[in-house]
């Protein structure tokens, strides 16, 4: 979650657009909760249809010749694709698109998720203790992503190509399977009871990359970090080093850019590990 964005006219714009869309959609916000992303490119904030049922109404905005694609699509792909997940993924209600002055704005009203995420950073700075049960869940809703069929690219091979060499110091790790991945798969993202949330992403990876990206935030926490690997034994086994590679070179990356610092040492020593192997 991210603070307001400093420019007073592209909150007051999304505040705006954000109203007028509840409007279309005959749905009523409720005061706190407002979730902001990065820059104010996303507003979101718990609401109710009009017959009462709680929901989350998220404004995104972008250029309108950039309002297309992977991200622009991600939900409602998602929903297509896997529905409601078992009950694991928030169920998308309704699309309300709108353009204003150049700029696109997509209202994605969802079902509201009451439980708080397990982390309010990427990062998880705190210890866990969640039960097997939730493991279970997680692995097993994990699967199903996986074996979904999809022409949607969360990694590219040319990607892999250029950062794994630079930022891991390794040749790109042959892929030998390509599967379907939540992509963004961190703390943040994440519930109790599971729910799975922030679909933007979702595509093919290689296989292992939602669990190589959720132990590259556990980092700092060396149980919850054990926990991932025991969870999924593809971590650390040579199918999975393409997935590790690729994780690690992309939060190194960020790291180079000035963010994620606290995650620079463990990182270096992953990438040593993933040298070793």
């Not at 007028?20 to 749905?27: H, S």
């Not at 040579?238 to 040492?265: I, Y």
Request: one cysteine or more.
């Amino acid at each position: 979650m991210y603070s307001p964005p400093p420019d007073p006219d592209t909150e007051q714009r999304m505040r705006t657009h954000h109203a007028r869309a509840a409007k279309a959609l005959d749905v009523q916000t409720e005061p706190g909760g407002e979730f902001w992303g990065w820059a104010g490119r996303t507003l979101g904030a718990p609401a109710r249809t009009a017959a009462g049922a709680p929901a989350w109404l998220r404004l995104v905005s972008a250029p309108e010749a950039k309002a297309s694609g992977k991200l622009w699509d991600g939900a409602m792909d998602a929903q297509h694709a896997f529905g409601d997940l078992d009950g694991h993924r928030p169920e998308l209600l309704a699309v309300h698109d709108a353009v204003d002055d150049g700029t696109a704005y997509r209202a994605e009203l969802s079902a509201r998720v009451d439980q708080p995420v397990l982390s309010g950073d990427p990062i998880l700075q705190h210890d866990l203790q969640l039960p097997g049960s939730w493991w279970a869940d997680l692995t097993k809703t994990l699967e199903k992503v996986s074996a979904t069929v999809t022409d949607r690219v969360a990694v590219r091979q040319q990607y892999m190509n250029r950062a794994i060499p630079e930022f891991v110091g390794i040749p790109a790790p042959a892929v030998t399977c390509w599967t379907t991945a939540h992509a963004d798969l961190h703390w943040a993202n994440l519930t109790e009871p599971l729910r799975l949330l922030d679909w933007e992403g979702w595509g093919q990876a290689p296989e292992g990359f939602d669990a190589a990206m959720l132990y590259a935030y556990s980092l700092r926490q060396e149980d919850v970090a054990t926990r991932v690997r025991d969870a999924f034994p593809i971590l650390g086994s040579p199918a999975g080093l393409a997935a590790e590679a690729t994780v690690c070179a992309q939060l190194l990356q960020t790291v180079a850019r000035g963010d994620n610092l606290v995650l620079e040492g463990p990182l270096r020593n992953w990438a040593e590990e993933l040298r070793r192997r």
